[in-house]
């Protein structure tokens, strides 16, 4: 199925949510296996949660900063920065670096993020590093990476515009992604449609159901406060139930 383009405003209504509540109105719309795809499988950094989620399509690219042969060829950049401008946005960067886990230069810097912001850019996934951290948070350049670095090597773009792998999850080019401090989530292509309308009845579920029942029992015996929980999560499955049977109504 191919991406569906969301308008700006989902977009931004999107990006007031955090990644998990995202995932949570994500598992109930998927064909997929929610348990285990989508999602980032092992531990990303995220070097600017002050900043918040991003949300953007997926732009691919790998790199090797070790190898000084892709630094060589002098079209590269050019290149990919064409290819990149030529993308609709938000745009999030996912990077994969062959170099890990011994990562040796940073795609991403200063110069490098200022770039691609002007390009449309909003941040990066990258299972190597970047540098110059702050200079990176001033120019309004998300980044979930593995680590910093102090240099960059010979850190140029490789290839762009096919499936990378970064934290054990496969992304394809286009591919809507969040991302926050917990990890990143990359929706299959054709599940963007219901993922606002799916996340904010999770939502509201939870604060309709499980989280008063929790929380409102001040005074009473515990084991009133456990049937109280149970009773409130038989609801919250079933109005779940009744609002996802409904989708083809949507």
Known sequence: ????????SVLLELKRWNTPTIYNGWEQ?????????AFNLEETRDFMPQMGPMVGYAVTVV???????????????????RYVAG???????????LDQPRTVGAFWGEVNSNIHRALGCVGTITDGAIRDVDEMTNAGFKALARRLCVGHACSAPARWGAEVEVFG????????????KHGF?????GEEKHLLEAARFM?????????PAARGGAGKPLLEICDDIAAAGEK????AKQQFSRRGEW
Not at 203 to 211: G, P, Y
């Open 1 to 8: 199925m191919a991406t569906i383009a969301l308008p700006h």
């Open 203 to 211: 939502d509201r579920n939870e604060c309709q159901t499980v989280i």
């Open 63 to 81: 790199c090797e900063p070790s190898n000084p042969a892709h630094k060589k060829n002098a079209n590269a950049w050019p290149e990919y920065r």
């Open 87 to 97: 993308l609709p946005g938000p745009k999030i960067v996912i990077v994969q670096d």
């Open 185 to 189: 989530l990359a929706i299959p292509p």
């Open 29 to 37: 719309i998927t064909a997929h296996n929610a348990a285990a795809d």
């Open 169 to 180: 999850r496969k992304i394809q080019p286009g591919q809507l992604i969040h991302a926050d």
């Open 236 to 239: 919250f499955r079933a109005n």
